[in-house]
C-alpha cells in the first residue's frame, strides 16, 4: 500500500472506514504479508512499529540516515495546559533553532482551521450538502470564518446556532494548519513565519515564491502540509 498515511484513504461518509485498516484485516484474515510503504508515514503506523506490531523497512537504512533522522513522540496528556496544540518540549526545540539561526519546518496534514465543527449538546457535525462529508472550518484572507467540503470543494456559511437542537453551543475541534499558524505566531512574535497548503496560494506565483523565501532564509518557520515536503532546501533546517 503506497503512502498509507494519506487521507485519500479515509472515508468521510458514513459507513466511516480507512482502507489501510480494511487492508490490514483482509491481511490477518487471509495470512499475507502487507508492506505500507510511506515518506512520512502516520501516526498509527509509527506507533505500530515503536509497539512491535508491524516490522520497520528503510530504503536507504545506514548510520547516517539515523543521525539524520531523530524522531520523538511527545505525550501531551502529560502537558500542564491541555489547551494547548504545542508542547512545551516543541516550543523549547523551535526557541533553540531560531537562536541559531536555523530554520524550521513544521508540517500537518491537515489543511483549514479546524478538522469540523461540532455540537457539544448533541454531537450533531454539519455535513455537506451534496456529499454528506463533514465540512472543515476554514478561515479566508480577512480572518472570516467559513465551511468548506473538502470532497467537492462547497462552500457553506458558519453556523452558530445547531441546526439539529438550537443549542449555542457548537464550536470548532480539531487542529489544521491555518490553527497551527495562529498558535506559532502568538508564540514567536519575532520570527519570520510562512504557510504552505492549498488555501495559502492564492496567486499563481505565491507557491514558487513561498519556497524561494524559504530556500533564501528570509523566512524562520514554515508550517504546511504535504507540500512542504517537495522542493524546500533541508539544508539550513534542523527541526
Ligand atoms: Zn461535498
Ligand atoms: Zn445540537
Redesign the pocket.
Known sequence: MEREHSSFYKEERSPRYNAREVALKRAELENIPLILSSETPSMESYWNVHENNFLEAELNAGEERENLLKKTIIDMTKEKSKKKIISYELQQAISGSLKNKRQVVLFLNKRGFSSFMI??????IPKCPDCNTSLSYHLDIQKRAQLICHNCGKRAKVTNV??????K??RPLGMGTQKLESEIRKMFTRAGIRRLDQDSLIKDDDYRQILEEFNQGKTDILIGTQMVLKGVDFDNVDL
Open positions: 455540537c457539544s449538546q448533541c454531537g450533531h445547531c441546526v439539529k437542537c438550537g443549542s453551543e457548537i
